[in-house]
T-cell receptor, first 116, second 114 residues
Framework: DTGVSQNPRHKITKRGQNVTFRCDPI?????LYWYRQTLGQGPEFLTY????????KSRLLSDRFSAERPKGSFSTLEIQRTEQGDSAMYLC??????????????FGPGTRLTVL | AQSVTQLDSQVPVFEEAPVELRCNYS??????LFWYVQYPNQGLQLLLK??????LVKGINGFEAEFNKSQTSFHLRKPSVHISDTAEYFC????????????FGKGTKLSVKP
C-alpha cells in the first residue's frame, strides 16, 4: 500500500492556460474524490467517482472543470481557461466501499495550483 | 445540509500542556465524524473517526475525541502536546449518503511553543 499519490505537486500557470492534474488512488479502492482547498479554508468537495462512473459533482465544479477516471483506477482533473480564482490546493482522496455505513477517505499530498 | 463549525481558528499552547480543539456540527439523523491533521504543504492524515459505538474515540499520536449527541459536538483532546503536534486540524462530517463526501470545518491551527 503506497498511499494516494498526486502529480504534479506544484503547478504555476498563466491565466487562460489549461492544466491537468493526476491522482493515483490506493490500489483496489473503488471510490475516488476530488476536493479543493483555498487558503484559510477547509477542503471543499468537487466530485466523486465510484469505479469509472462520476456519480456526483459539486456546484463548485464549473463547466471549465472536467474530471475523468477512465479505467476505474487513476483519475485526472482538468481546468480549462484558468482564472486567478482557481489558485488553490487540489486534493484527491480514495476509499473502499465496504460493508459499513461509511468509508474512510485517505488523502494524497495535493497539487498546489498558482494562476498568475 | 450538513455543516461543521470549528470555534477556534488558532490555538497557541505550551509544550506538555493539555489542549482541546472544539468542533460542532449541524444536527442530523445520523452522522459520522472525523478529525484530520494537515502538516505544512502536505495532504490530510486521519487522526480518528466516530462511526458508532463508544462515544470516546482514541486515535493516533495520543489524541482522543468525544462524541456528544446532545451538544452536537466532537471535541478533540490531548493531555500533553509536543512541538511536533504543531499543524492544522480539521473536523469533518459525513452523513453516510450514497456518495459519502466529507464536509469540513475551516480548521484550527495548533501552535505548540517550547
Amino acid at each position: 500500500d503506497t498511499g494516494v499519490s498526486q502529480n504534479p505537486r506544484h503547478k504555476i500557470t498563466k491565466r487562460g492556460q489549461n492544466v491537468t492534474f493526476r491522482c493515483d488512488p490506493i490500489s483496489e479502492h473503488n471510490r475516488l474524490y476530488w476536493y479543493r482547498q483555498t487558503l484559510g479554508q477547509g477542503p471543499e468537495f468537487l466530485t466523486y467517482f465510484q469505479n469509472e462512473a462520476q456519480l456526483e459533482k459539486s456546484r463548485l465544479l464549473s463547466d471549465r472543470f472536467s474530471a475523468e477516471r477512465p479505467k476505474g483506477s487513476f483519475s485526472t482533473l482538468e481546468i480549462q481557461r484558468t482564472e486567478q480564482g482557481d489558485s488553490a490546493m487540489y486534493l484527491c482522496a480514495s476509499s473502499s466501499l465496504g460493508g459499513g455505513a461509511v468509508d474512510t477517505q485517505y488523502f494524497g499530498p495535493g497539487t498546489r495550483l498558482t494562476v498568475l | 445540509a450538513q455543516s461543521v463549525t470549528q470555534l477556534d481558528s488558532q490555538v497557541p499552547v505550551f509544550e506538555e500542556a493539555p489542549v482541546e480543539l472544539r468542533c460542532n456540527y449541524s444536527s442530523s439523523v445520523s452522522v459520522y465524524l472525523f478529525w484530520y491533521v494537515q502538516y505544512p504543504n502536505q495532504g490530510l492524515q486521519l487522526l480518528l473517526k466516530y462511526l458508532s459505538g463508544s462515544t470516546l474515540v482514541k486515535g493516533i499520536n495520543g489524541f482522543e475525541a468525544e462524541f456528544n449527541k446532545s451538544q452536537t459536538s466532537f471535541h478533540l483532546r490531548k493531555p500533553s502536546v509536543h512541538i511536533s503536534d504543531t499543524a492544522e486540524y480539521f473536523c469533518a462530517v459525513s452523513d453516510g449518503g450514497s456518495q459519502g463526501n466529507l464536509i469540513f470545518g475551516k480548521g484550527t491551527k495548533l501552535s505548540v511553543k517550547p
